[in-house]
């Protein structure tokens, strides 16, 4: 019997930096990073806030010291557009789900504009029972799937923007701008039902968050085709996480305090968090109060993408 060669294991290497992944639909978020982490042979990776497999566009991929950062992007803002369908009510309350419902339906174009001002601003909102939502230590799809009720208790959640982009009946596509929590194909059934005629989310892309756009996104297709170099050049630095926070410039003393997890300096900047560097180096996200900044997350001082492969 022939031996076979032995396997070549492949050796992960430190990437740190922040790709703007257009996700395709299709496809679930964490598919999307593991294939992304392993065309990058990264040692470590995450997503920044789960796109569900329907829905495409932008998912923000976080790479090695990135991932301390990840939290930034979890509780900012985001923008869709969104496809609501009326007339048709499904199990998931989007085109994934089994069709529980469908309805004749008689709506302008005027009648949906009108329907959308009652959920501008701050709202309250049941999350679906299919999410994955913990209860008791199991995700809510779980008991959806098994056919038991559990407590979902309403949250809160900001509509920005609500606009409708184009009608053509029965769909709706509308330009949303949301909170961290808000779920969309809620807002579709929410809309729906304020109509009389009930709607499903019938599709969903992402287009911003955090002050990114999807103008600045890869596709995955393009990711995994660069080479070494060109995937290397479409990584973003850390601190492009941490661009809408105010900014510590530190002297080589206190940046050395910094790294060493002391509190520094921090004249003329108000309370909360900031962004400290050493001339055009992150050293990681304070919290200041009365003048002084104590280190909350430090970032590594190795280099990172210009690591070589193995």
Known sequence: M?????????????????LLLDKPSGLSSNAALQRVRRAYDAEKGGHTGTLDPLASGLLPLCFGEATKFAQFLLDATKRYTAT???GVTTT????????IETRPIALAQCDVESALAAFMGRLTQIPPAHSALKFEGRNLYEYARAGIDVPRPPRE?????????????PDAVLD??????TYIRVLAEDIGRSLGCGAHLAGLRRTATGGFGIDGAVTLADVEAM?????????????????ELPQLRLAAGDATRFRQGGAVPAP?????ACAAFAGEELLGVAHAV???AQPRRVVAATPSTSDQRG
Request: aromatic content about 2%; proline content about 3%; glycine content about 10%.
């Open 290 to 292: 009365a003048g002084l």
């Open 176 to 181: 949303v701008v949301c909170s961290k929590g």
């Open 157 to 169: 959640i900001n509509i920005a923007h609500l606009v409708l982009l184009a009608w053509n009946s």
């Open 92 to 99: 998931t309350g989007d085109a994934e789900g089994d069709v």
């Open 268 to 272: 003329g900047l108000a309370d909360g």
């Open 2 to 18: 022939t031996a076979q060669a032995p396997r070549t294991r492949r050796i992960r290497r430190r990437v740190d930096g922040v």
């Open 84 to 86: 609501v369908r009326f």
């Open 227 to 243: 080479d070494d170099a060109a995937r290397d050049s479409m990584l973003l630095p850390v601190a492009a996480l941490l661009r």
